[in-house]
Structures are given as structure tokens and as C-alpha cells.
């Protein structure tokens, strides 16, 4: 670790520092691709606003001559050190050269999941090797999120691959028939499948300069914005472009009918991520997905739709005794990793947060994210009495009305 980003992990104590400090290192464009949502932005700051609605009920008196509280947890079999994976965050490489590798590495030392994007700008061998080489223990491999990038074919390629791969888990996304208004983004001159407005793009030229080893990095890297894991559908040899990937996947978005031939491809546990209602849970389940993920994308798909606490409750209610249930949106602290699971969570997914370690440090400062979540949720348990992250359920907390 340099002695920049030495630095820059020393002043992180929260992931609200790793925000402003990400900020200063990368480039408005970037900062605001990590940090915007659609539209006016409701669903991402209502995921906020809807956790720290969540109170949390302590017992007092009753931690004297115990250890410290047990963190772990398993998920779909495979024990974790804390109830946090590290969710699925696109083109990576652009927040810093090492990316998702940066970010698979720092999930495997900490004891927990990685989860890889299909728009990483990584090739899914050496993201699984990153992984495999600093998990510990019974972990397995890390999991792949699966987009019909191409259609039905081009998803059929990336299953493929990621299973050649040696990824353990295949995460669907259902919830982007068609890519969210960002309206940040458009402000920039980014537009979906990524590609810049030239002319746009000069007007913000100077800002991008006043971040010399953001460029720096850039410039060595050479990344471009390609589907690399996926060959070109008309080109052998060839990564499929993003005008390929977006036609194609906007005429067959995933459906439930789509798990069927994924049941057949995938012999491992298929999530699927992006429920928001008790009906859409039982689909799943019906369809044959083994654990289910409420997300509502972080706000940058359909603003507007159901905040994650409420979902959360609801799709618990429904199926949490037939299946596990994680839930990513929102989480900031160690004590919303609490509150969604004592709301019934068998783990959170945090997306942003670790970006903005990436962005901020590369893999020391997604480590030292991965840190504070993990004290806070120590120090959250040893305030409320509590022995353990399974010994977490409703009772532990009131939300709204008081339940």
C-alpha cells in the first residue's frame, strides 16, 4: 500500500469518510456514477431514511462475564465472519484500476462473500482467483450476478462461464428490464450503454485533469467499456459491445420462466435479486430460486418503488421459513446491518460503500470498509446486550408504529 493510500485508510472511520474521500479522488463523472440513482433520487434516500427509522431495543444489564458477541453467520451453507457480502458493482475498473479483483480480494480476507458484476471490466478467471487465493476456511467460491447481457444467449455464455470459473452461487437480477433514468450521469454526458458525448465530455475535461493519478491510473490501464466476459454474438474472438449487450437484453429481460433453463445450466444455489413483494418472493421460490435478495437496486432503477425495510418485512412474513432472505440498500452502518437482521435478514449486500472504499484506497480502502462495518455491528450488539448476530429477531427492535 503506498503512502497516498496509507493516508487515506488512516482519516476512514466511517463509510461516510470513505464517501468524501472517494469524492476527491476521482472524478465527478465517476463520484457520480458510484453515488447517483434515478431520477429525483426518493428510493435511494428513503432506504436511508426507513433504517434509521428502525429503533433498536437493548437489554440492559446482562452481557457481565460473556465474550464478545459472535458475528457469524451462514448463508446458502457457506459460514461468513459477519452478516455482510459485498454486492455486485459495475465497471469497477473505472473507480480504480484493480476493481472488482481489488474488491474480491478484500471480501475473501475479511471471511465473507464477493459477488462480481456481468459488467465488471475484469475477466471472471482472475477475479475467482483473487478470490480463492485469500479465502479461508469452507468459504468456496465467490458468486457471480448474472444480466441477459445479448439476450438469451449471451446469458447462456455467461452462466457458462462462470461456472467454468468456479463461482459457488449465480445471483439474477430481475429488476432491470430496461436501465434506470440516472439523471447524474446524463448531466455528464454518460449514456446507457455507457459511452461519453464528446462534446460534453470537453466542457468537463478540466475537472477530470484535477485529478492527476485518477488519470494517471486510467491512462496505464487502458480499460474500455466491453463486456468482457462475454464473446461478441456476431464476432467470434471479440467482446460484446455495450450497444449489443443493451439490445438484445431490452428485448429478453430475465423472466421467471427464464429460471427453468438456468436450473438446468447452474448446479449450484441460484439467488434471485430484486424482490420487492410478498407475490414476487413466492414467484421465485416457485420458479426455483433458492434464497431470495430485497433490493430495489439502491434507488437506481425504478425511483419511487418501495423502500427496503418495508419490502424486507414483508417478503419475511411471506417466505422466511422456506427460504433465506438478504436484503441490500441502504447500509451505511453496523447498526442497519442489525437493524435488517433483526427484521429478518439473513445478511446484507453493501454496494456503494464498498465503491467508495475502492474509489477512495483500492483494496486497502475496501478492507477498511469491510472494518467499520464490522465494528459497528460489535459495538452495536455489546450496547443492546445482545450474544450474537443469531440471536437477532424482532424483539431487538420497534419499527413505525412500535412493533
Known amino acids: ?24 479522488r476521482v472524478p465527478a463523472v465517476v463520484f457520480d456514477y458510484i453515488d447517483g440513482a434515478a431520477e429525483s433520487e426518493r428510493t435511494m434516500a428513503s432506504n436511508i431514511d ?17 465474550p464478545g458477541p459472535d458475528l457469524g453467520t451462514t448463508v446458502l451453507g457457506t459460514a461468513l465472519s459477519m452478516p455482510v457480502i459485498v454486492a455486485p458493482v459495475g465497471f469497477t475498473r473505472s473507480m480504480h484500476p484493480h476493481g ?20 465488471t471490466g475484469h475477466e471472471m478467471h482472475e477475479v475467482a482467483a483473487a478470490y480463492r487465493s485469500r479465502a479461508t476456511g469452507q468459504m468456496g467460491g465467490a458468486w457471480f450476478q448474472l444480466y441477459a447481457l445479448g439476450g438469451r444467449r449471451g446469458a447462456e455464455q455467461l452462466v457458462e462461464r462462470a461456472q467454468e470459473s468456479g463461482f459457488s452461487v ?6 432491470t428490464q430496461v436501465p434506470g433514468s ?43 467499456f466491453e463486456i468482457v466476459n ?17 439490445i438484445e437484453w431490452m428485448m429478453s429481460p430475465v423472466t421467471w420462466d427464464d429460471f427453468e433453463w438456468i436450473r438446468r445450466k447452474w448446479t449450484g444455489p441460484v439467488v434471485a435479486k430484486g424482490v420487492l413483494t410478498a407475490a414476487d418472493a413466492r414467484r421465485a ?36 421459513d422456506r427460504s433465506e ?47 467499520i462495518l464490522r465494528s459497528g455491528i460489535d459495538r452495536t450488539l455489546r450496547l443492546m446486550g445482545c450474544p450474537s448476530v443469531g440471536a437477532l429477531d424482532r424483539r431487538w427492535v420497534r419499527v413505525g408504529d412500535g412493533r
Open 1 to 24: 500500500m503506498g503512502r497516498a493510500d496509507q493516508r487515506t485508510v488512516r482519516r476512514m472511520h466511517t463509510v461516510d469518510d470513505a464517501r468524501r474521500l472517494a469524492r476527491r
Open 50 to 66: 426507513a433504517l434509521a427509522a428502525v429503533q433498536l431495543v437493548p437489554e440492559m444489564a446482562v452481557t457481565r462475564g460473556t
Open 100 to 119: 472488482d479483483v481489488a474488491g474480491a480480494g478484500a471480501a475473501a480476507a475479511a471471511g465473507t462473500v464477493f459477488t462480481l458484476s456481468s459488467m
Open 170 to 175: 449465480l445471483v439474477v437480477t430481475v429488476d
Open 182 to 224: 440516472r439523471e447524474r450521469d446524463l448531466r455528464h454526458g454518460v449514456s446507457i450503454p455507457l459511452r461519453l458525448d464528446a462534446r460534453k465530455a470537453l466542457r468537463f475535461a478540466p475537472r477530470v485533469a484535477a485529478h492527476p493519478r485518477w488519470l494517471a491510473d486510467a491512462a496505464r490501464d487502458r480499460f474500455r
Open 230 to 246: 462475454a464473446g461478441s454474438l456476431g464476432s467470434a474472438g471479440h467482446p460484446m459491445t455495450g450497444d449489443e449487450a443493451l
Open 285 to 320: 421460490l416457485d420458479a426455483g430460486a433458492d434464497a431470495i435478495v430485497v433490493s430495489n437496486h439502491g434507488g437506481r432503477q425504478l425511483d419511487g418503488a418501495p423502500a427496503t425495510v418495508p419490502a424486507l418485512i414483508e417478503v419475511v412474513d411471506a417466505i422466511g
Open 325 to 371: 432472505v438478504m436484503v441490500d440498500g441502504g447500509i451505511r452502518r453496523g447498526t442497519d446491518v442489525v437493524r435488517a437482521v433483526a427484521l429478518g435478514a439473513r445478511a446484507v449486500m453493501v454496494g456503494r460503500p464498498w465503491a467508495y472504499g475502492l474509489a477512495a484506497a483500492g483494496e486497502p480502502g475496501v478492507a477498511k470498509v469491510l472494518s
